[in-house]
């Protein structure tokens, strides 16, 4: 007779998981034998991964670098993109599922993500020169998108995020993040034509009379325009002058300024 220490009274036992199982054996005559058997294991299947992500959005130097435990080697691998190496490199951003197979076919099963940062981009406001000539105009920069922190290139050579006390020009911008991805562009500072005023003038036509005139014509700047002239009008144009000389000055939107007499 069989009794073991798990109750069974069956010569043999099966369906085991590991562990010790204790037997003992009793003939006819009540003689006795005792033994212990142990049934093992291995390690749980197992395996844990070193991610590289994406540097710079749209990017294929992703990888994952698989350690597997446990189980008993050698092991398959079969990844959801059709590899079958255990590492996998060159990848772009994306989820990237393992199936390990054991030589016992013992499987474990692992999911991994492979990242990447939003684009790298910039955006600007322009604030253009206002006065033909002039060295007001500026541009903001906004960078959204890469790794912090950002270096900046100007074509002007600066090396700072905004730009201020420009003259009109295309100023050409390179943005690289702590990756070394790069975002270029490039903006236009415009200025106005320059502020200027011609005149038609009419000449009074008898000592002392009054029906000379001057008939302005304003180019250039930025409209609407005001004018003040040395008479104190504030008309574009003058008319019922007595002989002289008259002096105007011509401001524009921008306080642009325009004299002539």
Same mark, same amino acid.
Do not use: Q
């Given at each position: 007779? $069989?009794?073991?220490?798990?109750?069974?009274?069956?010569?043999?036992?099966?369906?085991?998981? %590991?562990?010790?199982? %204790?037997?003992?054996?009793?003939?006819?005559?009540?003689?006795?034998?005792?033994?212990?058997?142990?049934?093992?294991?291995?390690?749980?299947?197992?395996?844990?991964?070193?991610?590289?992500?994406?540097?710079?959005?749209?990017?294929?130097?992703?990888?994952?670098?698989?350690?597997?435990?446990?189980?008993?080697?050698?092991?398959?691998?079969?990844?959801?993109?059709?590899?079958?190496?255990?590492?996998?490199?060159?990848?772009?951003?994306?989820?990237?599922?393992?199936?390990?197979?054991? %030589?016992?076919?013992?499987?474990?099963?692992?999911?991994?993500?492979?990242?990447?940062?939003?684009?790298?981009?910039?955006?600007?406001?322009?604030?253009?020169?206002?006065? /033909?000539?002039?060295?007001?105009?500026?541009?903001?920069?906004?960078?959204?998108?890469?790794?912090?922190?950002?270096? $900046?290139?100007?074509?002007? /050579?600066?090396?700072?995020?905004?730009?201020?006390?420009?003259? %009109?020009?295309?100023?050409?911008?390179?943005?690289?993040?702590? /990756?070394?991805?790069?975002?270029?562009?490039?903006?236009?500072?415009?200025?106005?034509?320059?502020?200027?005023?011609?005149?038609?003038?009419?000449?009074?036509?008898?000592?002392?009379?009054?029906?000379?005139?001057?008939?302005?014509?304003?180019?250039?700047?930025?409209?609407?325009?005001?004018?003040?002239?040395?008479?104190?009008?504030?008309?574009?144009?003058?008319?019922?002058?007595?002989?002289?000389?008259?002096?105007?000055?011509?401001?524009?939107?921008? /306080?642009?300024? $325009?004299?002539?007499?």
């Amino acid at each position: 007779t $069989f009794v073991w220490s798990n109750t069974e009274t069956s010569e043999d036992v099966s369906a085991l998981s %590991a562990g010790t199982y %204790a037997l003992t054996v009793t003939d006819a005559n009540n003689c006795v034998f005792t033994a212990s058997y142990e049934i093992t294991e291995p390690a749980a299947l197992s395996a844990s991964a070193d991610l590289l992500n994406v540097l710079c959005n749209g990017g294929t130097d992703g990888s994952i670098d698989v350690t597997v435990t446990g189980g008993t080697a050698p092991y398959a691998f079969v990844w959801s993109n059709t590899e079958t190496s255990e590492d996998l490199s060159a990848l772009s951003a994306g989820t990237y599922a393992l199936t390990v197979t054991d %030589a016992n076919n013992c499987v474990f099963t692992a999911s991994y993500e492979i990242t990447e940062p939003a684009a790298l981009t910039a955006s600007a406001d322009v604030l253009n020169v206002l006065c /033909n000539s002039g060295t007001d105009g500026s541009i903001d920069v906004s960078v959204s998108g890469g790794t912090a922190p950002y270096a $900046f290139v100007w074509s002007n /050579n600066e090396t700072i995020e905004d730009l201020s006390a420009l003259s %009109a020009g295309t100023y050409a911008l390179t943005v690289t993040d702590a /990756n070394n991805c790069v975002f270029t562009a490039s903006y236009e500072i415009t200025e106005p034509a320059a502020l200027t005023a011609s005149a038609d003038v009419l000449n009074v036509l008898c000592n002392g009379g009054t029906d000379g005139s001057i008939d302005v014509s304003v180019s250039g700047g930025t409209a609407p325009y005001t004018f003040v002239w040395s008479n104190t009008e504030t008309s574009e144009d003058l008319s019922t002058l007595a002989a002289g000389t008259y002096a105007l000055t011509v401001t524009d939107a921008n /306080n642009c300024v $325009f004299t002539a007499s």
